[in-house]
């Protein structure tokens, strides 16, 4: 009776070394993308609190903000497989492709209308201690 147990326990071993290569590269990618995503949203956001003015950080703010939301969109939708939440993923991607873009140039336009002037020369990073000294 034990033996027919151990030898029953062996067998259901040996066929749980199956791995699913699929299901294993679908991740893989999926955190790959969502990763780089959160990437580019991090270096977006270090560069709203490093750069000299208005424009520039627009810039890394628009550019890096759509390229890292695109990437963590693609990685959801990766992880959705073929369903309609994928479908709904990827509307969501094709409008905060078009828009995101367009929004950043309304407000560059406008603070430029506004009489905005970008910094220009020489930039000069700002003092640790805040000019204390």
């Not at 750069?51 to 695109?70: C, K």
């Not at 990685?75 to 959705?80: D, K, M, N, P, T």
């Not at 497989?81 to 709904?88: E, R, V």
């Amino acid at each position: 009776m034990i033996g027919l147990i151990l030898a029953s326990a062996s067998e259901s071993q040996a066929v749980s070394l199956h791995v699913d290569w699929v299901a294993l590269i679908t991740a893989v990618a999926s955190v790959v993308s969502i990763s780089a995503g959160l990437f580019f949203v991090l270096a977006g956001t270090l560069g709203v609190l490093r750069l000299p003015d208005f424009y520039t950080r627009l810039h890394a703010a628009g550019m890096t903000d759509t390229l890292g939301a695109e990437l963590i969109l693609i990685g959801l939708i990766i992880q959705a497989g073929l369903t309609q939440m994928s479908l709904k993923l990827l509307i969501v991607a094709f409008f905060l492709f078009i828009t995101s873009p367009t929004a950043t140039h309304a407000v560059a336009h406008a603070a430029y209308k506004a009489g905005l002037k970008p910094k220009l020369g020489k930039y000069k990073a700002p003092d640790v201690d805040g000019g204390l000294k």
